[in-house]
Structures are given as C-alpha cells and as structure tokens.
C-alpha cells in the first residue's frame, strides 16, 4: 500500500497542472467538467510511472481505469511535457538502441508487421474509415464537411497537386483500398498501377476497381524492378505509407521511385513526421498498433529525398486531423456492435478506441505533423503552383 500511496502522490504532482482530473471516486468523474482519469485499480500509478503511454494505454486497455475527454488529456499531456518527466523504462530503451543498429523494415520484416495491422479484417475498416476510404488525414478545407466528403476532398487535391491529366499512368504505392486510383481514373483519364504487400486489401482494391483502367501489383514496394518500370509513371502517390519504410530503407525507396518516374515528372508523399529524429515507434503503437511503424522528422525524410528530386510543396495538414480521428472513433463507437461480431473484443475495443484519440491529442499538442509534400524529378522547366 505505500507504494502505491507513493505512486498516486508522483502522478497527481506531474499531471496537476494540466488540469486532468486524476481520482478514484465516481462522483468526482461522473462531475468532471474537463479530461479525467478514474482509477480503479491501485496497480495504475506504477503501470504509468515504469512503462510511460504504454503503460497508461495498457490499464485503459485492461479495465485498470476509465478516461474522459482521451484526445484532451493527451493534448495537454504533450502540452506539458509530461512524457519528457518519466525516465524511460530500460526495456524501452533498448529497443530504441536497437532501432538505431539495426533494420526493423527490412522486407521479410515490412511485410509481417503490415499485414498483422492491415490485413485484420476489410470489414472492420470500412465501417469506421466510411465508403470512401483515406487511412490518413481528410482535407477539411471548409466546414460542414462530412468524413466522405472530406476524404474525396483529399483524394482530389492529391490529383490536382500531381498535376493529372488524361492519358497519364499514375502509380499509387501502398494503395490501401484503391479509392485514391478510383478518383483518378474516373475524374482525371488515367491509367495507374497500386502496389500494396496486403492480399486482403488488395482484393478490395480489385473489386473497388473493376472495369476501370487500373491494375494491382503485389510486392514490396522499394523491390519494384526497376528496368521493368524504368520512367513508366508520369506521377508516383506514396500516401501514409512512408512511416512503414523506415529511415534506414529510406535511400533504397526514393531511389526505387525516382528510377520509375518519368523525368519532369511529380511524386507526393503523405505522412506522418515527428518534432524530433525517431528510429522507433510510440511503444504502444508499436506493440499494438503499427508495429515497425516510424514517424521521422522532416529531417530524416528530407535529406534522402533530395539526392533525387527537387521539393516542390510543403503543405501542413496538422489542424485537419483531429477531425479525421474524431470522425473514425465516432463510426467506430456507432457500429461497435457488428465490429465485435467480426471476433473483436472489450480490450481491442478500448485499445482502438485510445490509438484513434490519443493521435488527435498529440496532433493538437504539434507533437507530430501531418504532412503533403511534393517533389519533381530531373529540372522542371515551369513553375509549380501548389493548390490548395
């Protein structure tokens, strides 16, 4: 008992001025105006205090506790710092000496790790991610947008930034389920190829596809051969899927894509990037969520990049996000009931429920960056007006 006296009385002194609420009594958190945290279990303070987000995520996971307001209490913790206040468990330490020694995405690696996220189950996804799928951020450029609306919004600004016009082949590597293809084709004239290492999403792709000019490819992405496809692609779409190339394998990609496209012609990259260099994962995402998975700098990612192309656009799509994952979890909670009869428990509930709110809180918090960058490759002989 007075280690967990001891504990309870760290945790109230790091997280009392953020304003959580941090208490044991149901009244309190019934009351509770902003973000609270009820405990249930006492084992909670040395869960949080040795294993950090893994930790706290975990006992949310596990009954330990209940929260309120999820995407607010992590938006104040990272405001606050509070994950630079812990020491880093040891365990956790090591895996990030590791990250930097070794290769976590190799492509034996790459594909085991993808699939275990990827390939759970195409319907669980389309009933919280909606009939028009983005698995990353929305382009909520107006309000009163809906997620569809949003997400064909995203899908169209990609084309325009591409510069997409009739008779052009676009490439869209780790394609999801084909929805970014299927807007090109049917909107812009083209033809295009998606290369994804899930069977399963594959197979979505194929059906969202049929009868449109559009062919899937089943391979790694930075093992494209290259004499096969050399300077095929007019435009090359990477969209969320460069936090699962990792930085060591970062040369290896951007060659892979510069030997594909066209000269003159334009590559977009969408994805996540972090304030500060990373070679290995959020624990708790890595173990549940995105194993492997790294968010870079821009620092990271940029240096690679420019031994091959020329940055043409920057543009920050942090603010949007929020929405996208406040919009995911509201179609998640709403269709829980078929979600759980597909074999998906409490725990997976509350687990996906925590990994769709806490990135909103860290995305308010500027911890990470949601990003669309576009490069040109060889020297492009107009200027390029980035739309918006």
């Given amino acids: 008992m007075p280690g967990f006296v ?13 304003g959580i609420l941090l208490t044991e009594r149901q009244d309190d958190y019934d009351t509770a105006d902003g973000p609270a945290i009820l405990v249930h279990n006492p084992g909670f303070y040395g869960r ?36 630079r206040k812990l020491r880093l468990p040891l365990g956790q330490s090591f895996d990030i000496l590791l990250a930097h020694l070794l290769n976590r995405q190799t492509p034996a690696r790459a594909k085991r790790d993808t699939n275990a996220h990827y390939d ?13 799928p983005l698995y990353t951020c929305g382009y909520w450029d107006r309000d009163g947008l809906t997620l569809e609306e949003a997400n064909r919004a ?27 293809l299927e807007h090109a ?8 190829l998606g290369v994804n290492i899930s069977e399963p999403q594959l197979e979505a792709c194929r059906a969202r596809c049929q009868g449109l000019p559009v062919d899937f490819l089943l391979e790694d992405c930075r093992l494209l051969d290259r004499r096969r496809f050399a300077e095929r692609f007019d435009a090359v779409s990477a969209i969320a899927m460069i936090n699962h190339i990792g930085p060591k394998n970062y040369p290896q990609f951007f060659a892979t894509m510069h030997a ?69 979890n509201a179609n998640f909670q709403r269709n829980w009931e078929r979600i759980r009869a597909l074999n998906f428990d409490e725990r997976f ?3 996906w429920e925590i990994f769709l709110l806490s990135a909103a809180g860290t995305c308010r918090a500027r911890e990470v960056i949601i990003f669309q960058a576009v490069f040109s490759k060889g020297r492009r002989d107009r200027v390029y007006a980035a739309p918006r």
């Fill in 260 to 328: 594909v496209l066209k000269d003159g012609g334009l590559f977009l990259v969408q994805g996540i990037a972090n304030r500060e260099k990373m070679y290995a994962n959020d624990p708790f995402l890595d173990k549940y969520i995105f194993p492997g998975g790294v968010c870079p700098s821009m620092a990271q990612l940029l240096k690679p990049a420019e031994q091959y192309f020329t940055l043409e656009d920057f543009h920050n799509f942090t603010s949007y996000y929020p929405n996208t994952l406040r919009a995911w």
């Fill in 6 to 18: 001891a504990g309870r009385s760290t945790l109230e002194r790091l997280i009392s001025p953020t």
């Fill in 154 to 180: 995203a899908f169209d600004l990609t084309c325009r930034k591409l510069e997409l016009e009739p008779g052009m082949e676009l490439i869209d590597v780790g394609c999801g389920w084909g929805a970014l």
């Fill in 120 to 132: 759970l189950s195409n319907e669980m996804f389309s009933l919280f991610l909606s009939d028009v």
């Fill in 185 to 192: 084709a049917r909107n812009y004239g083209v033809t295009g």
């Fill in 349 to 351: 509930r509350r687990m």
């Fill in 48 to 83: 949080v205090l040795r294993g950090k987000n893994l930790g706290f995520a975990e006992s949310y996971m596990d009954g330990w506790c209940d929260l309120k307001q999820i995407d607010e209490i992590y938006h104040r913790a990272y405001a606050a710092e509070l994950h």
